[in-house]
Each structure stands twice: as structure tokens, then as C-alpha cells.
């Protein structure tokens, strides 16, 4: 039998238990015979009895046959292992059997005694109702002795909707696997508790072994013990060398398997090919989690490659939770933890800021700059090759860190980014996320996929991905400081408002014109604001906004200053530039300062800028503890991160809307039932897909000849246009195949032969087949509506300004895929051609409500036929307000099964 065809997903699936251990889960196949008996005679009598509902002491070699030769839909199961080759057991199992008309299935779980409560029965039936759906199972149904209340809790806390019936102390179980979004949020929520827990083993363990601790402390594995003991580590740690009776003074051992007592984690520190081995002592010692530093693995090259996806297999048997490997390690400085588990030669002061960084060289960079400025950092987390932990992971644990105020990510490419999105949506609406994305070039994605072995993605897929989960991304590593510091330390700001003080007059020109073009605006102060200013400032000085308050205003000027401008209703943050003239000192203004912004408790920020050398500022950031900047534009940028971000925050997440419709009526109907063919549907069938979800439609005819042209246009209203009918030819204006302003019936006859004419010119005939008519749709906005799927990101939303100019002008704005109702607001901000639509210069404003109810309604297209691999309207010409929107020209390109 071959497996890999019957079960297109076929490979091992990690999940996450409760306790942060991972599992593997996969379907099961012939060979589990020996396995699933092996289970049988492990589990107690008890648990036989619920899962057969009778004494069953024995299991036969038909049953043993019946249960794993299974061929989905009519028959499925999955299983769930440890252990890995000769040694992988069965610990639990999953099935349905398909009932009624294919539509239901009965299932049924078992699950090892020594492994309930952990979550595994859920994860489980999630994977159960996953491949059912995908099969067009719906219901499942399931019988329950009312004692076995485990089985019970599974069912009733998955989240789907269900039934119960008690008959004769059996529950028959009706669970509807369409209504999924009670369990979504349910699913995501376990997930969370799971994930968060497993980052939790790796950097909050008690007892932390060090294997290949090296006598040289300035060797890799020597670095990683000297920092766990002179950091104050506050568990127990162990180092491993079997060539040495103590490393640092501390009592060495020979493995793992030698250490006295239980280890929760492992940092590993030598050569890659004894890396394998290490991991087979760990699992023996049952060690939780592990930090593999240790390069020379994907990264290296093909052999590397191999060394790694046994390593990923055996990681995965176990059960152990991974950073790395080719990573720099962890870093937690918590004062209760403070674990230094890195070969750093730096440890930044304890703060609210956490790290997450792909790169272990950079990962030195960036603790080191930390260090350089004072930021302080709650945790640190260089996770490498990701071949287990990763941002997903990270983010589901800053969620809840109490010492995480601020996120900031090094990423070089993404696991699952569809997940990542959903996850960091969530965590954003609570913290800020900062994230640099290499490989925005060509070259930078070729080098990022070479350095860490993974797929580069496509840049505006991630630019989309981070708008809409309210990830904020900057392009180098000093804005991500920048924006850093600002969040970290200060209020969001409640308007784009800002009020430039300063003692230099040109520094705060920049200023304004730097808030101008970052979308923050410079109101004028208030009349009575600034009559309080000139009652101490000099008659020099300028009091609109900026504030000049020349070049010889002391320290007092700044405090008095700043405690009348945040007082002003129409300030929401405010920018004090400083540059040191002889009579100030700069420690003078950084004290009156604080003392201004102490006395004000309503929450603006404020943003030191002191324009003085980069040493001296950071001896200042020391002694003061005020965080400035150097430069006026760095300060504005930051600034208006903040903001933008406090606009995220404020905004509604939005809801995906659910179609009504019918999808497989219409699938037969215009995409075919069953087996479909790759390539491009007739234009007429994509149209009438369309206008199924009630997208409107220009009136569309087909002809094959002159005089069925001339038929077909009579039941039409001039004036017409016409087309080249065909599947393969795509832009039919490349060739001649549109004519358009068709007055009447002759000039349909010329039409049809000017049209057969050109594309028998261009050598394309055979792929002709006939023409479309339809009335020509006057006035309006063209616009562009489309769809592609990304290999990494799935379905990617676009539009923008439409027409045949679509790839020169290049107005266009993309969004994942499933679209909230939100989320065509968002995606028409970012076009530069949005004024048109509101009405520009007098005229009129187009439909754009009917616009966005087009895109949703695309969405749920995309979301209905999974089939289709690319769609497209355009143009789609946007009527004035209230006359709606049609779509005139559509195609939609088939994946093919």
C-alpha cells in the first residue's frame, strides 16, 4: 500500500501538549501492527473497557488488520508516537469510520494511561476534523459510556457545537464540524497555554546542564558556563565534560546520564556530529527542553542538511523542545531567574525589552548595542535554524511575561507565517512588536536562505502580513532601537500632535519638516499657551511651534516650557531639541527635564533630542537616566512609529464574514464536478462565478461566428464591446483581441472579422474560441481586483488603480488572505489614488462602499474554492456613489487535481 498517495499529508505533524512537551502525530499505516498491540496490552483494563465499552482482554490479527489498513475517506487514523525507528511506540490513536453517505463518521480515541490529562485526546480530534473537512466530512458522531467523563470534557470543550443524547448510560455524540468558530478560539487558546509553556521549560529551568563546558574560557562551551555562574544564575548548574574532573571550579560529569538528580534543560556546545548522540542522553535523562549552539548543520550545506533533519526527527520522537541549532543561546534577566545561557562577553541591564533574533553573530550586535546605551532587556532569544522553537513560539510567551513590555525580532524567514500573522495580531493589541525582515532584495533573500537554510519569502507578502497583525517593521537595525527606546519608555501618543521646543532654530525647522512627511502634524500653539511662553521667554524667542527659545535659555526655560506646552489640548507629544550652548549644561536641561514630565501625569511623550557628540550623550544617558536622541529625524521617526502603532491599537480587529452561498452548487456548476483541469476557465464561467457571490457583471454573450455575433448582440444595448474568447490568451490587447464603441449590427460583423483577423496575424488561431459581447459600461473609476497564492504566505489580496496601464502605474495594495471587514478600509489607504475615488477637483465621488462589499465578496471566493490559484478582475469599473460597481472583464486560473 502505498501511504505517501493515499494521505497527501502523510508526514509527521508536531503538536504541543498542555506541559509544553511536543508530540509527534501522523497517520497511521500497515506497518503499526505490532505498535497498535503493543498499545492494546499496555493500557489497564479500565481504559480498554471505556474505549470498547465491554471487558475486551485481547486483540486479533483481523482487528489488528482492520484497524491500521485504512483508506480515507471511508476509513482514517491517526496516531500519536515517541521513540523513533525499532523504538517509536504508539502512545495513543485516533479513527473515523465513515457512515451514512460519506458526509459523517463515527470516531473513536484511545489514549495511553500515563499520558491522559495532558491534552493529547484534543489534539487528536483537531487533527481528525482537519482531514475530515478537507474530505467533505462534516459530522462526526461518537458513543460514550457517561462514565468515562475524560472522553466526555474532550468532546465538550473542543469548542464545536454538539449534541447529546443519554440512552441506557451510552452519550451519543453529534459534533458539527462546519461552525468551527467557537473552536478556533478555542484551539488558539490551547495552543497558546501549550506553546507558552514549552518556551517557559527553556527559560525559566532550575537545573541547567552544560555539555561540552571546556576548561578555555574563551571557547564557545567555556563562555556558556562562565556566564551562567558569574550572571547569578538562580537554579543549579552542571557541566558536562568527560575529559575534565571540574570546569570553573564547578564538579563536572562525564554525560548527562551522570548527573545526579533531574535536569530540565541542556545547552549543547559540541561538535555537530556528537550533537545526535547528546540528544539520544537527554531523552534517556528525560530532559525537558535544550539549547543546541552548536553550528554545522542546514546552514553548512547538503551534508549539514541531512545531519539536521535527523536531528528534527529525533527531537521530534522525544518530545524535547529545541532553540537551534547555529544559535547564540538564551538569556532571561529576570531578577528571579537571571539565566545567561549565551557565549555573549555582555549582559545588558534587566528592562522591558525582549529580543528574538535569527542570527546568532547579530544576536552578539544587538545585546552588545543594548549594553552600549543602557536599554535594558527582559529576555533574549537567538533561535537559529528554528528546527522547533521559533517566533510563533516566543511571541504565545511575551504574551504573558509580566517583564516584556516590548517585542523586537531579527527575522531572516518564517516558518508558518499564516500562523505567525494570527499570533502577533493578538499579542500586538497588547504589546508593540518591532521586526527587522532581511532579504527585502533579491541578493538579501538569496543570502538569507543560504545563511539559515529556509525559504526566502516574497517581501510584499510580509510587508502585507505585518500591516495587518500590527507588526512594526523598520529596515535597520538602529530604527529598530530607535522605536525600541521610544516604547519602552514612553506613553503612546493620543494624536499625531506634536510641539518642538528648542533652543536652535534650525534643528527644529527639520523637525516639523521631518513630522510633516511622517504624517504628524505642528498645530500652532494655543493663544493662551503662548502668552504664558512670552511672559519669561525672551522677545526673540518664536512661541507658535516650534518653540525657539534662542540659544541662551537656561535650564529653567526648558522645565517652565515643557509644563505649559503639555498642558495645550491640542499637543499630544512633544520633541525638545537641545544643542549645548556654553552657558547651559547639558546635565541641567536633562533634570529639568524629568522634573517637568514628573509633574505632568497625563501621558504625552516626550522626546530628548541633544545634539551633542555620541560619547558624551551616552554618558549622559548614564548619569541621567534620559533617554535622547542625536538627531531631530531619528527622534521624529521614532515618534511616529509610536503613533501609528497607537492607531493600530485603537482600531477594531474587524471579523471575516462568512458567505451564504452555496459553494459546491456553484462548483458544479461553473468550475466542474470532481477532477478539474490545470489552466484558465472560459471568461463567461468565471464571470458567472462571480456574480453567484452577488458581484455584479456586465451582460456577457458568446459567438463562434459572424452571424451568431450579430444574433447575440440584438438581445444586448449598444454600444458593445467585443473580445477574443480563450483560455490561453490572456491579454487580449497585446494582440488586437478588443474592439470597442460597437454602434450596431455591421459593426459587429466587422468586429468579429477584424478580431479573427489580428489573432490569425499573431499566429495564435487554434486558440481562439470565438468572441464575448457585452454593453459597454460608461464613466466610472477603473480598479484592479486579484488574487495569487504565495508558497508561503497562501492567497494574497490585491487592487488598486485597473485598466490595461495596471503594471506601469503600479497603485496597488495587498492584504493575506481570509479579508476581515475591516480590512478593504485598510488596503484603500494605501492607495495614492484614493482622492480620485473620494472625488477630486469637483467630481463626483465613486461607490467605494459597494467597492469594498466587491472585495469581501472576493475574499469569500477564495476562501470557498481552495481550487483556484489565481483570479482576477479588471477592470472593475466603481460607479459615482450609490450606482454600485461592475465587474467587466474577469479570469480565474485552476491549480488542477
Excluded at 489514549?111 to 483537531?126: A, F, R
Excluded at 556566564?227 to 560529569?253: C, H, R, T
Aim: include cysteine; hydrophobic fraction near 40%.
Amino acid at each position: 500500500m502505498d501511504v505517501e498517495k493515499i494521505f497527501p499529508d502523510s508526514c509527521s505533524i508536531e503538536a504541543i501538549l498542555r506541559n509544553g512537551q511536543s508530540l509527534r502525530l501522523r497517520p497511521i499505516r500497515p506497518d503499526d501492527k505490532k505498535r497498535l498491540k503493543d498499545l492494546f496490552y499496555r493500557q489497564s483494563p479500565r481504559t480498554r473497557y471505556l474505549r470498547f465499552q465491554y471487558a475486551k482482554e485481547h486483540i486479533t490479527d483481523e482487528e489488528l488488520k482492520h484497524f491500521t489498513e485504512v483508506t480515507p475517506p471511508d476509513r482514517y487514523a491517526f496516531v500519536a508516537t515517541i521513540g523513533e525507528g525499532p523504538g517509536e511506540r504508539i502512545v495513543a490513536v485516533s479513527r473515523w469510520d465513515s457512515i451514512s453517505d460519506g458526509k459523517k463518521a463515527e470516531v473513536a480515541f484511545a489514549v495511553e494511561d500515563n499520558i491522559q490529562l495532558k491534552g493529547i485526546g484534543t489534539l487528536l480530534l483537531e487533527e481528525l476534523a482537519r482531514v475530515a473537512v478537507s474530505y467533505n466530512i462534516f459530522v462526526f458522531e461518537a458513543s460514550v459510556l457517561a462514565e468515562n467523563t475524560r472522553m466526555l470534557e474532550v468532546f465538550e470543550e473542543s469548542g464545536f457545537k454538539l449534541r447529546k443524547n443519554l440512552d441506557s448510560g451510552v452519550y451519543r455524540i453529534t459534533i458539527d464540524l462546519k461552525d468551527q468558530e467557537e473552536y478556533a478560539k478555542r484551539q488558539a487558546y490551547r495552543e497558546h497555554v501549550a506553546r507558552r509553556a514549552g518556551v517557559l521549560t527553556l527559560l525559566k529551568p532550575r537545573r541547567v546542564a552544560v555539555v561540552g563546558a571546556s576548561r578555555n574560557p574563551e571557547s564557545v562551551g567555556g563562555a556558556l558556563l562562565r556566564n551562567l555562574l558569574k550572571d547569578g544564575f538562580s537554579g543549579a548548574v552542571f557541566p558536562v565534560n568527560p575529559n575534565a574532573e571540574s570546569v570553573a571550579g564547578v564538579l563536572a560529569y562525564p554525560t548527562v546520564l551522570d548527573v545526579p538528580g533531574d535536569l530540565d534543560m541542556a545547552v549543547i556546545a559540541v561538535p555537530a556530529e556528537k550533537v545526535l548522540e547528546v540528544v539520544d542522553q537527554c531523552a534517556k535523562k528525560e530532559v525537558m527542553g535544550m539549547v543546541i549552539v552548536t553550528a554545522g548543520f542546514k546552514e553548512s550545506g547538503p551534508d549539514g542538511a541531512v545531519l539536521e533533519k535527523r536531528l528534527k526527527e529525533k527531537i521530534l520522537s522525544y518530545g524535547i523542545r529545541v532553540i537551534g541549532p547555529n544559535c547564540l543561546g538564551i538569556l532571561n534577566n529576570s531578577p528571579n531567574t537571571r539565566l545567561n545561557a549565551t557565549f555573549s562577553p555582555v549582559t545588558p541591564a534587566h528592562g522591558n525589552l525582549s529580543i528574538g533574533s535569527q542570527s546568532g553573530a547579530l544576536g552578539l550586535a544587538l545585546l552588545d548595542h543594548a549594553k552600549s546605551i543602557n536599554l535594558g532587556i527582559a529576555s533574549f532569544v537567538s533561535f537559529g535554524n528554528r528546527i522547533d522553537i521559533s517566533n510563533n513560539d516566543l511571541l504565545e510567551y511575551w504574551e504573558d511575561d509580566e517583564d516584556t513590555g516590548v517585542v523586537a525580532l531579527y527575522m531572516e524567514s518564517f516558518g508558518n507565517p499564516r500562523k505567525f500573522g494570527r499570533i502577533a495580531r493578538r499579542v500586538s493589541h497588547k504589546k508593540p512588536i518591532i521586526a527587522v525582515k532581511a532579504g527585502r532584495s533579491r541578493v538579501g533573500a538569496r543570502a538569507a536562505t543560504s545563511h539559515t537554510g529556509a525559504l526566502a519569502a516574497s517581501d510584499i507578502a510580509v510587508d502585507a502580513l505585518f500591516r495587518e497583525s500590527g507588526v512594526i517593521r523598520v529596515t535597520t537595525i538602529e530604527e529598530m532601537f530607535d522605536a525600541a527606546e521610544v516604547l519602552a519608555s514612553q506613553p503612546l501618543p493620543g494624536g499625531p500632535g506634536v510641539a518642538i521646543l528648542t533652543n536652535a532654530g534650525g534643528p527644529g525647522v527639520l523637525a516639523a519638516d521631518a513630522c510633516e512627511s511622517l504624517g504628524l502634524t505642528v498645530p500652532q500653539l494655543s493663544p493662551e499657551t503662548q502668552k504664558r511662553l512670552r511672559e519669561f521667554l525672551p522677545k526673540a524667542a518664536a512661541v507658535a511651534n516650534p518653540v525657539d527659545m534662542i540659544a541662551t535659555a537656561p535650564a529653567e526655560s526648558f522645565k517652565r516650557s515643557l509644563s505649559i506646552i503639555l498642558e495645550d489640548d491640542s499637543v499630544d507629544s512633544v520633541i525638545v531639541i537641545y544643542i549645548p550652548p556654553l552657558v547651559t549644561r547639558p546635565e541641567d536641561v536633562a533634570q529639568a527635564l524629568k522634573e517637568a514630565v514628573s509633574d505632568y501625569r497625563w501621558g504625552k511623550p516626550v522626546i530628548p533630542c541633544f545634539m551633542m557628540s555620541k560619547s558624551v550623550m551616552l554618558d549622559l544617558r548614564k548619569k541621567s537616566n534620559i533617554r535622547s536622541f542625536l538627531f531631530p529625524e531619528n527622534a521624529v521617526q521614532a515618534l511616529s512609529i509610536a503613533y501609528n502603532y497607537s492607531r493600530f491599537r485603537d482600531e477594531e480587529e474587524g471579523a471575516v464574514i462568512k458567505s451564504p452561498v452555496d459553494s459546491e452548487t456553484v462548483r458544479k456548476k461553473f468550475l466542474g464536478a470532481g477532477k478539474t483541469e490545470k489552466g484558465w476557465v472560459m471568461p463567461e464561467e468565471a464571470m458567472g462565478l462571480f456574480k453567484e457571490y452577488g458581484i455584479r457583471v456586465a451582460e456577457t454573450s458568446i459567438a463562434f461566428s459572424a452571424e451568431e455575433a450579430v444574433k447575440a448582440a440584438t438581445g444586448l444595448a449598444f454600444p458593445l464591446v467585443m473580445k477574443v474568447r480563450s483560455t490561453k490568451i490572456i491579454h487580449k490587447s497585446d494582440i488586437g483581441g478588443i474592439v470597442v464603441g460597437i454602434k450596431d449590427t455591421e459593426e459587429v460583423r466587422k468586429a468579429f472579422d477584424e478580431i479573427t483577423g489580428r489573432v490569425k496575424a499573431a499566429g495564435r488561431s487554434d486558440e481562439m474560441q470565438g468572441v464575448v459581447l457585452q454593453p459597454m459600461t460608461g464613466g466610472g473609476h477603473e480598479m484592479i481586483i486579484g488574487m495569487s497564492v504565495d508558497p508561503l504566505f497562501g492567497p494574497l489580496v490585491m487592487i488598486g488603480s485597473g485598466g490595461v496601464n495596471v503594471e506601469l502605474i503600479r497603485d496597488i495594495a495587498f492584504s493575506i488572505h481570509p479579508l476581515t471587514d475591516v480590512a478593504p478600509e485598510r488596503m484603500l489607504k494605501q492607495l495614492k489614488t484614493l482622492p480620485l475615488l473620494k472625488g477630486w477637483r469637483g467630481k463626483p465621488p465613486a461607490d467605494i462602499e459597494a467597492l469594498k462589499g466587491v472585495l469581501l465578496k472576493f475574499s469569500a471566493i477564495i476562501e470557498d474554492f481552495p481550487e483556484i490559484e489565481q483570479m482576477e478582475i479588471n477592470p472593475l469599473i466603481v460607479l459615482s456613489e450609490g450606482r454600485g460597481a461592475v465587474a467587466v472583464d474577469a479570469r480565474v486560473y485552476l491549480k488542477g487535481s
